[in-house]
């Protein structure tokens, strides 16, 4: 474990030089991130940044600068496995809000799904598809279930994601032959152990699906807890999450909380 946590380490240096690095060649292959707002790079309280998406920069961003690909990120904020596959399905605030009010870094009428096929058959050069889904379908779950997520309803939310990853992932594969990540959930609190059970199960279940579609796994669950050790497993005193004015931190990784993902996706991907 100490090994692997200098290695990552080592990795997040070198991801860092890229951000005050010029953009490197991009002729080396296409990559195509889809997932929700941790794939988007998404900050909150973003303000007239909300106009432009290109102010929103996370670990697609920073892989796709570190290796010199050329990006396509169909990512949506609130996109849950189920809106990003069928049209009308509920979401978190991708297509009832987000898409309505502002732009994505991938422009396309339908969903994502429907956007990766088209992208990959039109991209046969394609080098690396990413994927981070799956959590907004658990908070939904919290919001809309009388046990709020915490019992048998977990479970069947916990299985209908799995199903959905499922046909996503067939639907990928069903053009595409290339290096498949899923780049993998952090705990928000790695010293509240029912909260990390419940993204450990989450992640489990992601991972396995992945691998039966011949994926390999981005562990940012390890990388963040890694990253929080000097912090007593605490992601937002390690600085991992966005800080929130009013004190406390925010869901989604900071800029170097999406280093530590960037750093986690370089050990996956080939």
Do not use: W
């Not at 990552?8 to 953009?23: E, I």
């Not at 303000?47 to 570190?66: S, T």
């Not at 669950?221 to 000097?230: E, Y």
């Amino acid at each position: 474990m100490v090994r692997r946590f200098f290695v990552v380490v080592a990795a997040v240096v070198a991801a860092a030089a890229l951000l005050t690095a010029p953009a490197q060649a991009t002729g080396r292959g296409g990559y195509l991130a889809l997932g929700d707002s941790v794939a988007f790079g998404y900050r909150p309280n973003a303000g007239a940044d909300y106009l432009n998406a290109a102010n929103f920069r996370g670990y697609a961003e920073n892989y796709a600068a570190l290796r010199g690909l050329r990006l396509a990120n169909a990512s949506c904020p609130g996109e849950t496995t189920g809106s990003m596959l069928t049209p009308g399905a509920p979401s978190n605030g991708c297509e009832n809000g987000y898409r309505l009010a502002f732009p994505l870094h991938a422009s396309y009428p339908g969903t994502q799904v429907a956007y990766a096929v088209d992208y990959l058959r039109a991209h046969p050069d394609t080098r690396l598809v990413t994927l981070t889904i799956g959590a907004n379908d658990m908070f939904l779950c919290q919001r809309t279930t009388p046990d709020q997520c915490t019992g048998a309803s977990f479970d069947a939310a916990l299985a209908q994601v799995s199903r959905n990853l499922e046909a996503t992932l067939a639907a990928v594969r069903g053009h595409y032959r290339g290096d498949l990540v899923l780049v993998s959930y952090y705990s928000l609190d790695y010293r509240d152990q029912a909260q990390v059970k419940q993204v450990k199960a989450l992640d489990a279940a992601l991972a396995k699906v992945t691998r039966r579609y011949h994926g390999r796994i981005a562990d940012g669950f390890t990388a963040f807890r890694l990253a929080s050790l000097r912090a007593g497993g605490d992601p937002c005193a390690a600085g991992l999450l966005i800080k929130l004015p009013a004190g406390g931190c925010d869901v989604h990784p900071s800029a170097a909380g999406h280093l530590a993902l960037t750093a986690a996706l370089a050990l996956a991907a080939h």
